[in-house]
């Protein structure tokens, strides 16, 4: 199956679909942490064109 890399902000796509390959990727810490929590969707919109998803 090909596999195609892509930004990120290529298209728009639901929270759900970027939320679950990253479930367990990163250490609990991370989650627990109510600043990141606070900042995280800010981080995402902002930085989108910084981050690559491999889309089969």
């Known amino acids: 199956m090909p596999v195609r890399i892509e930004r990120l902000d290529a298209r728009p796509r639901a929270k759900e679909e970027l939320a679950a390959p990253s479930e367990g990727a990163w250490p609990a ?21 910084l981050e690559l998803a491999a889309v089969d």
């Open 29 to 49: 810490f991370i989650s627990a942490d109510q600043t990141v929590a606070g900042i995280w969707d800010r981080v995402r919109a902002e930085f989108a064109h």
